[in-house]
């Protein structure tokens, strides 16, 4: 049976403007939330109809209806559940930390903050797009509808798109597709010079690179990359809770206090860290090389060895970055770890020891070893093995339990810490450990805390950016380095932003370059605090 509609009472009006008006609705009902945040859904879902409708309406364009039905229906059951979570709209930001995402951190995000209004919106968003095609399946169009359509919805899709254009500073674009749609080209854009500078082996060359020691001094450094630890929960820090009882009793730590992270997310962190790249210059400083660059050209063999989920060379801003290095280790590099962190066989960062120690052992007279650990990425519960689930005051409910595994994760972390800072005291060549987090997350017991971390300014907390910065020297690096080691207990309460330490981890290793800002340089005296 089909319905014949003629162009004033046209029945497919009717099922869209159900779809795009009605839910809302039933939206503000699951998430129970301020009448703003609801108005914010509501925008959203009227911009979608008026990208769809032209489309929506017109006869014989199934392939291209679907292929927008579905863009859409994506891009907006992902800003309303960035909404619903973090209160705000998907940002420029959160597009590419969702580019930067692997399948596995995916599922793991889904799994720990999609669980209630996300699922809902779901279900509702198929519910309602399945009963659209079911009356569109049964619309036959009167002759001369289309036409008339036509200009009536471009009427339409022109409002939708001229909002896109006409929004606050803070916005590149308020319509939600064209923010997605220009974010992912900008990523790609950076990955893609990132990716032929190395292909042409136009790197630059780091100009005025000097060592303070002989090419033949032997030297090994490590440098520890943590994931989403936040400062304030270390017990070496203060914290009320012992979560640091293994790797202070080893080398006596250099504990830096002041130390942020440029970004409150990993991506955006490390490119920053890792290289001369900022906020509002990111291709022309990735065009200067990176850390591992100067390193490679200061004669050190590098290594990476990463828990992080990659995929290959050209997965992620930080995957380019991690193959400058000479030697490359991603120990956790198939979906399948992912199987097995559900059956508690994770990999966990304790199978970063053994590549470790094999670098350890490689006979190159100057090494630098870059450790990229899981750490405490959500879920924390996934982050430590039983035997070190250790606090378990909060067991109320799963809020109050998530907050004891994330200081569980932290324990752990010191765990593989102090083996990595025991290699590190038993060797005969000067050596360093240098230990910091890519950013915090806000994890208490209060309401409002979100154990988590966002891109969203409004939402942000000084827990996301106050990191965790510490440094082990081996006996025979204080012999090296006697004047710089009796200053660092002038240099720990600095106020430093981590992505100048391009300018300051080559101190450490008796490297200087025409590049390196002493007024950016943490352990040098012309150090000036970078302004808020």
């Not at 599922?107 to 919106?121: A, L, Q």
């Not at 749609?181 to 790197?203: P, V």
């Not at 519960?381 to 039983?386: D, G, I, L, M, T």
Request: charged share 20%; hydrophobic share 40%.
């Amino acid at each position: 049976m089909t319905i014949k509609i003629p162009f004033k009472r046209p029945a497919a009006y009717w099922s869209l403007l159900f779809f795009y008006l009605a839910f809302p609705i039933l939206a503000s009902v699951i998430m129970e939330t301020e009448t703003h945040l609801t108005k914010r859904i509501i925008y959203n879902l009227i911009s979608a109809f008026g990208l769809l409708l032209p489309f929506a309406l017109l006869p014989r364009r199934h392939t291209i209806l679907l292929i927008l039905y579905i863009f859409v229906y994506i891009i907006y059951w992902l800003n309303i559940c960035h909404l619903s979570i973090f209160h705000c709209p998907l940002l420029s930001q959160s597009v590419q930390i969702i580019l930067d995402s692997n399948i596995r951190e995916m599922k793991e995000f889904v799994i720990n903050f999609g669980s209630d209004s996300g699922f809902g919106f779901l279900i509702l968003y198929t519910a309602v797009i399945l009963l659209t095609f079911f009356i569109r399946s049964k619309l036959h169009y009167a002759p001369g509808y289309s036409k008339k359509l036509i200009f009536y919805c471009s009427v339409a899709l022109l409002f939708a798109v001229s909002k896109g254009f006409h929004q606050q500073q803070y916005s590149r674009y308020q319509l939600v597709p064209y923010r997605v749609i220009a974010s992912t080209i900008d990523y790609y854009k950076d990955i893609y010079n990132l990716i032929r500078l190395r292909q042409k082996h136009q790197i630059p060359v780091i100009t005025g690179l000097k060592s303070r020691f002989p090419q033949n001094r032997a030297e090994t450094y490590i440098v520890v990359i943590g994931e989403s630890a936040a400062r304030e929960h270390l017990g070496c820090y203060g914290y009320n809770r012992n979560t640091t009882p293994f790797s202070s009793g080893i080398l006596k730590p250099y504990i830096f206090t002041n130390i942020t992270s440029p970004h409150a997310s990993t991506m955006l962190s490390l490119r920053d860290t890792l290289t001369f790249a900022r906020k509002d210059n990111v291709s022309e400083g990735l065009r200067h090389g990176s850390l591992i660059n100067i390193f490679n050209q200061a004669g050190f063999k590098t290594f990476w060895i990463s828990n992080q989920f990659s995929r290959g060379y050209h997965d992620n801003m930080t995957s380019v970055l991690a193959h400058d290095a000479k030697v490359v280790n991603f120990i956790n590099n198939s979906d399948k770890s992912y199987i097995a962190e559900k059956l508690r066989d994770s990999h966990y960062d304790e199978k970063l020891l053994s590549p470790i120690r094999q670098a350890l052992r490689d006979q190159a007279h100057k090494k630098i070893i870059f450790v990229h650990l899981g750490g405490s990425h959500t879920p924390y519960s996934y982050r430590f093995p039983e035997q070190f689930d250790f606090f378990r005051e909060n067991n109320q409910n799963a809020f109050t339990r998530e907050f004891d595994d994330y200081d569980n994760s932290i324990r752990y972390t010191d765990f593989v810490l102090a083996e990595i800072i025991k290699e590190i005291a038993a060797l005969k060549e000067q050596a360093f450990a240098l230990y910091f987090s890519d950013h915090g997350d806000d994890v208490g017991l209060e309401a409002e805390s979100c154990h988590c971390h966002t891109t969203n300014p409004a939402r942000q907390t000084e827990p996301m950016f106050e990191i965790p910065f510490l440094l082990w020297t081996n006996k025979a690096y204080g012999n090296a380095n006697s004047s710089l080691i009796s200053s660092l207990p002038q240099y720990i309460d600095r106020p430093f932003v981590n992505h100048n330490l391009i300018h300051s981890l080559p101190t450490l290793a008796g490297l200087s370059f025409d590049l390196q800002d002493d007024t950016k340089n943490l352990f040098s005296d012309k150090f000036i605090p970078e302004q808020p």
